[in-house]
């Protein structure tokens, strides 16, 4: 059966011969990311691309146009290349723009919580090389998090994930205060993502290294956290904001962009104009492409008109 919105994705092209406009492996050099569409097929990963369509299809359709894509659910060196692998071959067939990411440190597995020393060891040794040698990630990332990987695990990983030519993002602060924030702002992180329990020293270091502070509300939705990130104080302290749907199978149901932006309205006290501007900003600092995460002049207007209407509402 046809995935929801085929149709409409089949009247808006095929991504494919951009894909090879850009050249192919020959002559890649390390650190060099991979062009989508280039890579061998095999059954498994067909399946897992399948997947990844019939998501981006949804999102596509709640009006997403750039997502960011992770590994992270096989947490073994096979595993993470496969899925990798799947979201290069979705990307190419696509016409929503992926970036693909690296999370290989998203959790310790069962069979290393009693030598986590050793699984960080196959994430540095073993799964980040074998990324960089296939050339199929731009970002990684790591979950710093009590219960799952350490501050100075953490930094090890990011560490070695940037000398393998990968940008760098790092879950930060979701459940409680790690140091995540701090983490990302010393190793020049694009991004450090939820933020539920940021320090002040988080908020100000992100600031004063302008990474990009990720907020995820409907993660904290689905999670039943009860406890928002600390919006409009990141604000404050002048870091960059961005506001993003974190569509995942344990904690992020929705792949509704507007719907996070709902909850960041109502639950983070965010005006209408910051959900729609903060909402591309994660977009506009994933690619290096001037394109993506701008406002066309029409949309642009609309949110002056609307801004104006609701200065005018508070002055009368």
């Given at each position: ?55 981006l299809?949804?999102?596509?359709l ?21 899925s ?32 986590r ?23 990684g ?70 990474c ?72 506009e ?9 701008r ?22």
């Amino acid at each position: 059966m046809a995935a929801p919105g085929n149709r409409l994705l089949a009247s808006m092209g095929s991504r494919d011969q951009r894909a090879l406009e850009h050249g192919s492996q020959e002559g890649r050099h390390p650190g060099q990311r991979r062009p989508v569409g280039d890579l061998p097929v095999d059954a498994a990963v067909e399946e897992l691309a399948e997947g990844v369509e019939a998501r981006l299809d949804e999102m596509l359709l709640c009006g997403t146009t750039t997502a960011e894509v992770k590994s992270g659910y096989g947490l073994e060196t096979a595993a993470e290349i496969r899925s990798l692998e799947a979201i290069h071959l979705a990307a190419s067939r696509h016409p929503v723009t992926v970036v693909p990411t690296f999370l290989g440190a998203h959790e310790v597995p069962l069979g290393y919580r009693n030598r986590r020393a050793d699984y960080v060891e196959l994430v540095v040794q073993e799964m980040i090389p074998a990324v960089d040698q296939q050339g199929i990630a731009e970002f990684g990332d790591v979950f710093c998090e009590e219960g799952v990987f350490t501050v100075e695990e953490s930094r090890r990983i990011l560490l070695a994930t940037r000398e393998h030519g990968m940008k760098l993002r790092i879950h930060a602060d979701e459940l409680v205060w790690t140091g995540g924030a701090e983490l990302a702002a010393e190793l020049g992180a694009r991004s450090a993502d939820h933020l539920g329990f940021i320090s002040e020293a988080g908020m100000e270091a992100l600031a004063a290294a302008s990474c990009v502070a990720t907020l995820l509300p409907s993660a904290t939705f689905y999670l039943r956290l009860g406890h928002y990130a600390p919006a409009r104080s990141i604000v404050e302290s002048g870091a960059p904001v961005a506001l993003a749907s974190d569509i995942n199978p344990g904690g992020g149901l929705s792949p509704s962009l507007p719907f996070a932006m709902s909850i960041g309205c109502f639950a983070m006290g965010l005006a209408l104009e910051e959900a729609l501007v903060w909402a591309r900003k994660l977009a506009e600092s994933a690619p290096d492409d001037p394109r993506v995460g701008r406002l066309g002049a029409d949309l642009e207007r609309e949110i002056a008109a609307r801004g104006g209407a609701s200065r005018r509402r508070e002055e009368s």
